[in-house]
């Protein structure tokens, strides 16, 4: 079964220092991976995808996530977070079938303290 | 610009009444999915559908219906409604395929008293 797993239910960083938000998954298929962020009473926006090819992805804002199939991960990262970066971040995966389901993982809170 | 939006924003409902949640989207996908976000379950998919007249059940569907009357307008009914079903709702728009972004609304906050 295909499933997604995000670690660290919450992550506080200083403003300025990098971060790396976990992401493990599960997937007998080719993995179509997602990252999206989603802000206080706003819905969930894309960040950056992963299909195929280079396993370093870049996303908007300077966040960029690398994929490991040997280690079956998909971590973001951001070498310098700013405050305005609070927020839940998803990590999902596309279902196989053609269904265009999608499996979350229970999201990462991130606190960028000043 | 991909939208989805979806009405009403906020809506307290009283037990055993019924609610419709509405969402719009005019990005012309096909797919159209109902979400729900508890805290510790992350979102979890109730109903979705592969265009106009069609609906599938998600993974947890007891307790709603869903409605998708033309491509654009996809509805998520609770005929009864309980206190358990206290949660925010999103719906999500994408085009046909595995791996195809999905656009989401901004979300209805529903409490059910």
């Known amino acids: 079964a295909q499933s997604v797993t995000q670690p660290d239910a919450r992550v506080t960083v200083s403003e300025g220092a990098s971060l790396q938000l976990r992401c493990k998954y599960s997937s007998s298929g080719t993995p179509y991976l997602f990252w999206y962020v989603q802000y206080p009473r706003q819905g969930l926006q894309l960040l950056l995808k992963y299909y195929s090819g280079d396993p370093v992805v870049q996303g908007v804002n300077g966040f960029e996530a690398e994929f490991s199939k040997s280690n079956s991960s998909f971590h973001l990262r951001k070498a310098s977070v700013h405050w305005s970066d609070s927020a839940v971040y998803f990590c999902?995966?596309?279902?196989?079938?053609?269904?265009?389901?999608?499996?979350f993982g229970l999201g990462t809170t991130l606190q960028v303290q000043p | 610009e991909a939208a989805v939006t979806q009405s009403p924003r906020n809506k307290v409902a009283v037990t055993g009444g019924k609610v419709t949640l509405s969402c719009n989207q005019t990005?012309?996908?096909?797919?159209m999915y109902w979400y729900r976000q508890d805290t510790g379950h992350g979102l979890r998919l109730i109903h979705y559908?592969?265009?106009?007249?069609?609906?599938e059940k998600g993974d947890i569907p007891d307790g709603y219906k869903a409605s998708r009357p033309s491509q654009e307008n996809f509805s998520l009914i609770l005929e009864l409604a309980t206190p358990s079903q206290t949660s925010v709702y999103f719906c999500?728009?994408?085009?046909?395929?595995?791996?195809?972004?999905?656009?989401f609304g901004k979300g209805t906050r529903l409490t059910v008293v």
């Open positions: 999902v995966l596309s279902a196989t079938g053609n269904t265009g389901k999608l499996i």
């Open positions: 559908s592969y265009g106009a007249g069609s609906t």
């Open positions: 990005n012309n996908h096909n797919n």
């Open positions: 999500a728009s994408g085009a046909t395929g595995t791996g195809t972004e999905v656009f």
